[in-house]
């Protein structure tokens, strides 16, 4: 089956920018989905398509996809970006949407 | 104002059975995908299950397929989910999500509070 793997945790001082990563293999031929999770509440969507933001979603997050790997990348990243973020993606070789383990942001 | 409210969830024996429902409000209920996502305590997502807007085509996760079923009701707005035969691993928190789209490959751009299922004897 189809996997995705994401760092469990990344840090990043506020004001700065985020990477959070996630691979699979050929995940360039797929669209990526990102959603972030604060504590205690329901996922969000942030970016759709690779590198789409919906509306509502600040300028400050974006992403890219080639080759094996995607990144969300947080610019000017604030406090209140600390959450869990979670990568997606299509594998329609076996119709299943596959999600990324998650990395925890720390604003620090 | 797009909204989903889950009900359902509870605690069951193992091998027992539950049925979740999404309730559905704000927007053309038949025209978008939707799906089921679970997340065990402390854990990540977990994708279950998928129905098209027209309700034709499903799709299931691997670890719950031949137990579960999803369905849709578009004269009541509510989506379903069936869980038969449920086992102590399929505990966690159940979601339902509006996909951007009618068809399956579409993001989950809209999420409900979810629903806690717990499976313990």
């Known amino acids: 089956s189809y996997e995705l793997t994401q760092p469990p945790s990344v840090s990043v001082s506020p004001g700065q920018t985020a990477s959070i990563p996630c691979s699979g293999d050929?995940?360039?031929?797929?669209?990526v989905c990102w959603y972030h999770q604060k504590p205690g509440q329901s996922p969000v969507l942030v970016i759709y398509?690779?590198?789409k933001r919906p509306s509502g979603i600040p300028e400050r997050f974006s992403g890219s996809n080639s080759g094996n790997t995607a990144t969300l990348t947080i610019s000017g990243t604030q406090a209140m970006d600390e959450a869990d973020y979670f990568c997606q993606a299509w594998d329609s070789s076996t119709a299943n949407w596959v999600f990324g383990g998650g990395t925890k942001l720390a604003v620090l | 104002e797009v909204q989903l409210l889950e009900s359902g969830g509870g605690l069951v024996q193992p091998g027992g059975s539950l049925r979740l429902s999404c309730a559905a409000s704000g927007f053309t209920f038949s025209s978008y995908a939707m799906s089921w996502v679970r997340q065990a305590p402390g854990k990540g997502l977990e994708w279950v299950s998928a129905?098209?807007?027209?309700?034709?085509?499903?799709f299931y996760a691997d670890s719950v397929k031949g137990r579960f079923t999803i369905s849709r009701d578009t004269s009541k707005n509510t989506l379903f989910l069936q869980m038969n035969s449920l086992r102590a691993d399929d505990t966690a928190v159940y979601y339902c999500a509006k996909q951007t789209r009618g068809y399956l490959e579409s993001a989950f751009g809209i999420w409900g509070q979810g629903t806690m299922v717990t499976v313990s004897s």
């Open positions: 050929k995940l360039g031929d797929k669209y």
């Open positions: 129905v098209s807007g027209s309700g034709g085509t499903t």
């Open positions: 398509q690779d590198s």
